[in-house]
């Protein structure tokens, strides 16, 4: 889900544009644009992942800086077999939406053997009907004849996260031996990211281990390992660190795709 919600953003560039938009003849990177579009549209109803990248030259190279809700900046460099896995993650990721509006065509520049084409881009995608991200980027797409035919050979975004409701989260384990365990969760909350303080504790209650947290107690089969919450199996670990952690997942499930400790 990461590398969706992180690097996929050019895979969906211009689903959500304004068919009034005039893509004539003599514009053939709007057309080269408008075919990907409807490509991508039709990619779970009959078009096959080999029709999208298609679209995409041998050469193609794009790369993407990514300024999250804490104005950190992320950089990543992808080719076109990059494309290809994240095509992959589309079709098998029923949980995943998207929803992106062009705001405005900033630039446009259309020779013999290339095109440009820049744009404003208001995105949403969502991950169980909730806000994964929210944002707007700007997108400079070129595109060469090939052929006779035109592809897309550069990708070049800058991409400004604004809101999310659920995400990658971040979380800080301070250990006192084995049984006691104080928690730091940073985890994404609209316009900004929250931060939460949690205390474990690893005891025994009616023979059996359980690990208490707040008004929740899971249970922490000494036999087997497994880490189950009202009867439902939530991980297995053997040892105390690694079920806290099971626990903090099922605990911020509501909020995080991913958790990394430190």
């Given at each position: 889900?990461?590398?969706?919600?992180l690097?996929?953003?050019?895979?969906?560039?211009f689903?959500?544009?304004d068919?009034?938009?005039?893509f004539?003849?003599?514009?053939?990177?709007?057309k080269?644009?408008v075919?990907?579009?409807?490509?991508?549209?039709?990619?779970?109803?009959?078009?096959?992942?080999?029709?999208?990248?298609?679209?995409?030259?041998?050469?193609?190279?794009?790369?993407?800086?990514y300024?999250n809700?804490?104005?950190?900046?992320?950089?990543?460099n992808?080719?076109?077999e990059?494309?290809?896995?994240q095509?992959d993650?589309?079709i098998?990721?029923?949980?995943?939406?998207?929803?992106?509006?062009?705001?405005?065509?900033?630039?446009q520049?259309?020779?013999?053997?290339a095109?440009?084409?820049?744009?404003?881009?208001?995105?949403?995608?969502?991950?169980?009907?909730?806000?994964?991200?929210?944002?707007t980027?700007?997108?400079d797409?070129v595109?060469?004849?090939?052929?006779?035919?035109?592809?897309?050979?550069?990708?070049n975004?800058?991409?400004?996260?604004?809101?999310k409701?659920?995400?990658?989260c971040?979380c800080?384990?301070?250990?006192?031996?084995?049984?006691?365990?104080?928690?730091?969760?940073?985890?994404p909350s609209?316009?900004?990211?929250?931060?939460a303080?949690?205390?474990?504790?690893?005891?025994?209650?009616?023979?059996?281990?359980?690990?208490?947290?707040?008004?929740?107690?899971?249970?922490w089969?000494?036999?087997?390992?497994?880490l189950?919450?009202k009867?439902?199996?939530?991980g297995?670990?053997?040892n105390?660190?690694?079920a806290?952690?099971f626990?903090?997942?099922?605990?911020y499930?509501?909020?995080?795709?991913?958790?990394?400790?430190?």
């Amino acid at each position: 889900m990461k590398k969706i919600t992180l690097t996929l953003t050019f895979i969906f560039l211009f689903c959500g544009i304004d068919h009034g938009y005039a893509f004539g003849e003599k514009d053939p990177i709007k057309k080269l644009l408008v075919d990907y579009i409807n490509k991508m549209n039709a990619l779970t109803q009959g078009t096959q992942k080999e029709d999208v990248l298609n679209l995409f030259d041998d050469k193609y190279s794009g790369n993407t800086v990514y300024v999250n809700l804490s104005g950190a900046l992320v950089r990543k460099n992808y080719e076109k077999e990059d494309i290809a896995s994240q095509l992959d993650d589309i079709i098998n990721d029923d949980n995943y939406r998207f929803k992106l509006t062009v705001e405005k065509i900033v630039f446009q520049s259309q020779k013999e053997r290339a095109g440009t084409i820049s744009a404003v881009i208001n995105f949403e995608s969502y991950i169980e009907k909730k806000i994964a991200e929210k944002g707007t980027m700007l997108m400079d797409v070129v595109g060469i004849r090939v052929n006779g035919g035109w592809k897309i050979v550069q990708n070049n975004m800058v991409r400004v996260s604004e809101a999310k409701d659920i995400g990658e989260c971040i979380c800080y384990v301070y250990e006192k031996g084995t049984t006691k365990f104080v928690t730091e969760v940073y985890f994404p909350s609209g316009l900004e990211y929250s931060q939460a303080l949690g205390a474990f504790q690893v005891t025994t209650k009616n023979n059996k281990r359980i690990i208490k947290s707040d008004n929740k107690e899971f249970y922490w089969n000494k036999d087997t390992g497994k880490l189950t919450l009202k009867g439902g199996q939530i991980g297995k670990a053997n040892n105390p660190r690694k079920a806290v952690e099971f626990v903090l997942k099922d605990l911020y499930k509501e909020s995080c795709v991913n958790i990394v400790f430190n």
